[in-house]
């Protein structure tokens, strides 16, 4: 599946950012879905996870409580809503898919087969 994320920008702290991952090429409610960054000069870290049906979805442990991740099959469309956005969220985020089974997601950037291009986020103190 190809996927191109977008929604990025830049914003001040506290403020609010909704990421998209538009998906195309086979069938999306085929696959999982998970959302990661990389700040300059740090690893990639896992920031959520959603299941094919959207009935699951997972958070890293620091977006916890203020990210929240849905997805749209209909539309072919993955989210990420950012809320109360801190500076150390400065990164580029990234989707990521892998073609799997009902109830299952993956929050290891390993577990996932095909990636989207990345969108800059940076949040000014």
């Known amino acids: 599946v190809q996927l191109q994320a977008s929604g990025g920008g830049f914003v001040q702290a506290g403020g609010s950012l909704r990421l998209s991952c538009a998906a195309s090429g086979h069938t999306f409610s085929n696959y999982a879905v998970g959302w990661f960054r990389q700040a300059p000069g740090k690893e990639r870290e896992y920031v959520a996870a959603?299941?094919?049906?959207?009935?699951?979805?997972r958070y890293g442990d620091s977006v916890k409580g203020r990210f929240t991740i849905s997805r749209d099959n209909a539309k072919n469309t993955v989210y990420l809503r950012m809320n109360t956005l801190k500076p150390e969220d400065t990164a580029v985020y990234y989707c990521?898919?892998?073609?799997?089974?009902?109830?299952?997601?993956?929050?290891?950037?390993?577990?996932?087969?095909?990636w989207g291009q990345g969108t800059q986020v940076t949040v000014s103190s």
């Open positions: 959603i299941s094919r049906a959207g009935t699951i979805t």
């Open positions: 990521a898919a892998r073609q799997t089974v009902t109830g299952a997601y993956y929050t290891r950037a390993g577990d996932y087969v095909d």
